[in-house]
């Protein structure tokens, strides 16, 4: 159990277009999620933790209105990037923690953003 | 705050030969660890994980982990590895009271395996 899921894996858009990421947990119910963003050759970093039912917080130096986070559900957490620029593409990944006491995330295999 | 070092960024064994990844972490409170492995283009695969317990922790794929306190450690070994095992393994640790549940991870350390 605890597979995560991401879609798409992979988009391109144009400069100026928003793009939806969407974060499943197909086989456990998550609270939290939570999005990061990677760029090559590099580590993590903590973009938002989202709680379902209520708003996302967003760490230090992330712009709340460029992405938008929405956990609608137990088992789905959405990243929206807005009016998409060159320097928002990156590797997302998204995580959900399954046993809570633990604070155990299992990661997403992750959505490649190329915004031309 | 808490924060993981990972020395080492590149590491190159032979396959058959044995590894250790180094792991050092700050925190002020009991941690949570947690070593995942990433294949290129690829989400987070979690390897194993401490939070109490034998201080010796099993995983997955034949590796183990060794927390040690005094050392503020948590190394990551195999006594084979194989070709598969090349990919970027990262250090993280949790907070085990508060901090929302958040992971902070190391750098990354980056497997080559030589045949």
């Known amino acids: 159990g605890a597979v995560v899921s991401q879609h798409p894996s992979r988009v391109i858009c144009k400069s100026g277009t928003s793009v939806k990421i969407e974060c499943r947990s197909l086989d456990f119910q998550a609270t939290t999620m939570f999005w990061y963003r990677q760029f090559p050759k590099q580590s993590l970093m903590l973009m938002a933790t989202s709680n379902e039912g209520s708003k996302a917080t967003y760490e230090q130096g992330v712009e709340k209105d460029k992405f938008l986070i929405n956990h609608a559900s137990l088992t789905l957490s959405t990243l929206t990037v807005t009016s998409a620029h060159p320097e928002d593409s990156s590797f997302y990944i998204c995580?959900?923690?399954?046993?809570?006491?633990?604070?155990?995330?299992?990661f997403g295999p992750g959505t490649r953003l190329t915004v031309l | 705050a808490q924060s993981v070092t990972q020395p080492d960024i590149h590491i190159t064994v032979s396959e058959g030969a044995s590894l250790e990844l180094r792991c050092n972490y700050s925190?002020?409170?009991?941690?949570?660890l947690f070593w995942y492995v990433q294949s290129p283009g690829q989400g987070l695969q979690l390897l194993l994980k401490?939070?109490?317990?034998?201080?010796l922790v099993q995983g997955i794929k034949g590796f183990e982990a060794e927390f040690k306190r005094s050392q503020s450690s948590f190394n990551l070994r195999k006594p084979s590895v194989h070709w598969s095992d090349a990919a970027e393994y990262f250090c993280a640790v949790g907070a085990l009271t508060g901090g929302g549940n958040k992971l902070t991870f190391g750098t990354g350390t980056q497997l080559k395996v030589e045949l």
């Open positions: 401490y939070f109490s317990g034998d201080t």
């Open positions: 995580s959900a923690v399954r046993d809570r006491g633990t604070n155990t995330q299992y």
């Open positions: 925190y002020g409170a009991t941690p949570y």
